[in-house]
């Protein structure tokens, strides 16, 4: 079997997404119809899409749909809405965690304000609806109505782990487990970022049944491993490349699996003070704060017990996907394993 | 023809808002693969559904299916996700206001945090579009089809409507006139309120073009009336029968068109006056600002301005109504008319 490497799939994810951003920029040019008063209203719903970003999602939806036997036209405008729902959560999830920075830039709250930087993302919401609609030209009313029942549950899913992630610092909760992070990263993370996209290029395809409970395995299992990696960047990665503030997962009080390894493993003297460190308000965290949750983490190698479970949860999902028998593009198939790699051992 | 008393339409409004409460409490209730980890997201998707409200928009979607040839049991469902959409983005809207109070209790992010609150509003807006599908067992894919495009078309509407407003305040514009006001209550109320719920009644009910033509005109005169009543209430009325602060809409510096009508018709000094009040944070506004705002809201009679234009948008929004020949329920139909009065005279 050919592998890809990752500069190739990398290349592909790159020629795929600015597909996807051609028709995505299109739907948000403003209507004729609307007046100059909600000009900026365009511009910032066209904000985060046009700032540079992996194109992870729209590339899986195509790619699984290439080797479920359909063609890339047909995945194209639902790999459009993924990507636009990415981009509204976002505009959300930065609110929800005070975040500055998204893909190298100022968040769209601080740039804008959080009340009009939270109506962009509801309008922006609604667009995707708008868009997964007009799939029936193509795909037909059935098909789009598969389409839009997999999206529907994807934000479901995506909305409840959220909930779990914020309500866990809201509450100071810090009796978890890994078994919990996995729950809450199944909702989070790998519903939108795996099992969806893959599920939808799946449909969109003709794909019933089988394939698609083989998917919901893949994708829930790789899902974890990129959001264990995510985590890693946070705390380690090259900010340039990686976009986000480093460590700002600390500042946020984020629950991630390399936290509450430490907590698992740590002594009580400094399970305590991390628990206090955490705790505190983003603004209330001090530089000698993080460092000293920093210097923990080195101690007692969390970074590596967590990315030995990426590896783990990755070869799981990989068993998934070599479980399903594709009938169309081998070489997209083969992309799909490949990818897998990409997730955990990615830098950016 | 019969003219139905106030307190009759209120009873009828009551009677379908009842039906819909149970529809969307059971679709709102936790499912069964649901950890109790999110059982808080479901008691907050809950919480502005119990509380008191008029239930217009589902009064309207039914009562309009009727006089079009439907039945009640038809657009019920329909019904629901108009008041599933009212919830979020009422959620939403109270962030973006920094409002303390909704329908006489405090408003969702005041009682769980902005970003739990935040995510929660999220969360129904996915439940709406998820309910909305769930039409196509009884209306068909067709149907169901023509309602989430008329859903989509208002949710837009509303978005936009929604960040003219806020975007007025952000930039602290004030060189606004008549036209503006209507342009924006069109988008950010009319749709929403009315002619989306009326039209979505009708589609529902089979109608197409004419019909739906002038529901839309009928729609936005009356919208933009019924947003004229509220901004009158939110000065003048019994803070409990109509659940807000009152005169928030000063604190929130709202262009309402009584305040607009105001700049006009006021003297240099006072324009400057008010507007250096209304351009103050919400914070900042001392009582005393406050009441010199209302202070010459009466001493201009701005209040019965408003209140005139909205009684000349009613009558307008009348002949498009009667312009419409209805094959349905005849007493539905003169419901409706009925209606248009409660719309502007409301106390509440």
Redesign the interface.
């Known amino acids: 079997m050919l592998v890809w490497r990752l500069t190739d799939l990398q290349a592909e994810m790159k020629r795929v997404k600015a597909r996807v951003d051609d028709l995505i920029l299109n739907r948000l040019l403003p209507k004729s119809s609307?007046?100059k008063?909600?000009d900026?209203?365009y511009r910032m719903m066209q904000d985060y899409p046009m700032r540079q970003a992996k194109g992870m999602r729209p590339f899986l939806c195509v790619t699984t749909c290439r080797a479920a036997g359909g063609t890339e036209d047909d995945a194209l405008l639902t790999a459009a809405c993924i990507e636009l729902f990415q981009n509204w959560?976002l505009i959300?999830d930065d609110?929800?965690?005070g975040s500055e920075l998204r893909r190298g830039e100022p968040a769209l709250h601080r740039k804008?304000?959080?009340?009009?930087a939270?109506?962009?993302g509801?309008?922006l919401?609604?667009?995707t609806?708008?868009a997964i609609?007009t799939n029936?030209a193509n795909l037909g009313?059935?098909r789009t109505?598969a389409v839009?029942?997999e999206?529907?549950h994807m934000?479901?899913e995506t909305?409840?782990g959220?909930?779990?992630e914020?309500?866990w610092v809201?509450e100071k909760r810090w009796d978890l487990n890994e078994k919990?992070y996995y729950?809450?990263c199944t909702r989070k993370t790998s519903w939108y970022t795996i099992a969806s996209p893959c599920r939808l290029g799946a449909i969109v395809a003709g794909e019933g049944g089988a394939v698609l409970g083989q998917l919901r395995e893949f994708g829930i299992g790789l899902g974890i491993a990129f959001q264990i990696q995510d985590d890693s960047l946070n705390l380690t990665g090259d900010q340039k490349k990686y976009g986000k503030a480093k460590s700002d997962d600390i500042l946020e009080g984020k629950r991630t699996l390399i936290l509450l390894h430490l907590l698992a493993v740590a002594n009580q003297g400094e399970r305590d003070k991390i628990v206090s460190i955490m705790n505190k308000k983003r603004e209330a965290k001090s530089a000698s704060d993080v460092s000293y949750v920093l210097s923990l983490v080195d101690k007692y190698d969390a970074i590596g017990f967590a990315r030995k479970r990426a590896a783990e949860l990755m070869k799981e999902a990989l068993v998934a996907l070599n479980g399903i028998r594709w009938t169309g593009d081998r070489e997209a198939a083969e992309m799909l394993t490949s990818f897998a790699r990409f997730a955990v051992e990615r830098e950016w």
């Open positions: 609307t007046t008063e909600v900026l209203l959560i959300h609110i929800e965690d804008y304000g959080e009340a009009l939270l109506n962009a509801d309008a919401h609604a667009r609806w708008e609609l029936e009313l059935e109505f839009m029942k999206f529907s934000v479901n909305t409840e959220q909930h779990m914020l309500g809201v919990d729950e809450m």
